[in-house]
T-cell receptor, first 111, second 113 residues
Framework: GESVGLHLPTLSVQEGDNSIINCAYSNSASDYFIWYKQESGKGPQFIIDIRSNMDKRQGQRVTVLLNKTVKHLSLQIAATQPGDSAVYFCAESLGGNKLTFGTGTQLKVEL | GAGVSQSPRYKVAKRGQDVALRCDPI?????LFWYQQALGQGPEFLTY????????KSGLPSDRFFAERPEGSVSTLKIQRTQQEDSAVYLC???????????FGPGTRLTVT
């Protein structure tokens, strides 16, 4: 099928390495941020979220960092696996309803 | 449990035809969202329902787009007189509460020829 990641920035990492995906968000008033993973032919899948009163949140193998001063969000994936290959989107929200998605980054994991 | 389902998964329409896209949210989810995703881009918000009430339709690109959720469960996105620029994947998401985590369906890929 057609690739979700067509023409998107690409990050290539070796299996087992850590990955860092960055995102600049647009609205300084946004108070809720989410990272989604999207595989070809599927809808976005929730990975991790963070609210604006925090600057770091950890999940299983993933960490999200929020820097409100420069409106920057990052997703760190530890020990990247082939199954992590996908397009990653950050999304922001004010009040938790409609989401505004970023451009997306294609993550490719090389064996 | 069952996730968000959408039908059809693929739809080809000739320019000028009307189409109807269906979304079945997760049972009990109050909020339902529609997004449009063009190839190689992130999803863009179209409209939002809380139960049967359409609270935000600011993202609908034109008056050819219409969405409804009459009983607060299943939703239909209708596009009248389709144009080539309507070609995209249409994603539906639902959440248990108004500001809760949104669960996405697989999308309907619409191609207008």
């Amino acid at each position: 099928g057609e690739s979700v990641g067509l023409h998107l920035p690409t990050l290539s990492v070796q299996e087992g390495d850590n990955s860092i995906i960055n995102c600049a968000y647009s609205n300084s008033a946004s108070d809720y941020f989410i990272w989604y993973k999207q595989e070809s032919g599927k809808g976005p899948q929730f990975i991790i979220d963070i609210r604006s009163n925090m600057d770091k949140r950890q999940g299983q193998r993933v960490t999200v960092l929020l820097n409100k001063t420069v409106k920057h969000l990052s997703l760190q994936i530890a020990a990247t696996q082939p199954g992590d290959s996908a397009v990653y989107f950050c999304a922001e929200s004010l009040g938790g309803n409609k989401l505004t998605f970023g451009t997306g980054t294609q993550l490719k994991v090389e064996l | 449990g069952a996730g968000v389902s959408q039908s059809p998964r693929y739809k080809v329409a000739k320019r000028g035809q009307d189409v109807a896209l269906r979304c079945d949210p997760i049972s009990g989810h109050v909020s339902l969202f529609w997004y449009q995703q063009a190839l190689g881009q992130g999803p863009e918000f179209l409209t939002y329902f809380q139960n049967e009430a359409q609270l935000d339709k600011s993202g609908l690109p034109s008056d050819r787009f219409f969405a409804e959720r009459p009983e607060g469960s299943v939703s239909t996105l209708k596009i009248q007189r389709t144009q080539q620029e309507d070609s995209a994947v249409y994603l539906c998401a639902s959440s248990l509460s108004p500001a809760g985590e949104q669960y996405f369906g697989p999308g309907t890929r619409l191609t207008v020829t």
